[in-house]
């Protein structure tokens, strides 16, 4: 049973995993750089994740005062609970249990954390 859990933390995020993190961040509008380090990310590939994610309209771009915000859209908000509902389907009791922090957003005052 640990064996499993070791081998699950040493695994290489996947496509699908990054996305949800991004939109995870930018739930409540964040920076680039805030996303880039909270995902840990490298500049090259925010870019690359940051202009696909706005390309298929599960995030936008908004300006203020100079800077560049990032914001989950609706259809982006979609995706994360869809993503958290498959991702749940597809564990093990185990692996449900050693589970703590969900993709499960919540508005807490003015910024949204991880549900517990």
Do not use: W
């Not at 496509?15 to 995902?39: N, P």
């Amino acid at each position: 049973m640990e064996e499993a859990l070791e081998i699950n933390s040493r695994k290489r995020r996947d496509r699908l995993h990054i996305i949800a993190d991004i939109l995870g961040i930018a739930i409540g509008g964040s920076l680039k750089t805030q996303i880039m380090y909270k995902a840990n990310l490298s500049f090259a590939q925010l870019n690359e994740y940051l202009s696909f994610l706005l390309e298929i309209k599960l995030i936008v771009s908004i300006t203020q005062n100079g800077k560049t915000f990032y914001k989950v859209t609706s259809k982006g908000t979609r995706f994360l609970h869809n993503y958290t509902k498959i991702r749940d389907l597809l564990k093990t009791e185990g692996e449900q249990k050693a589970e703590n922090n969900p993709l499960i957003y919540t508005k807490d005052g003015n910024c949204y954390k991880t549900k517990e």
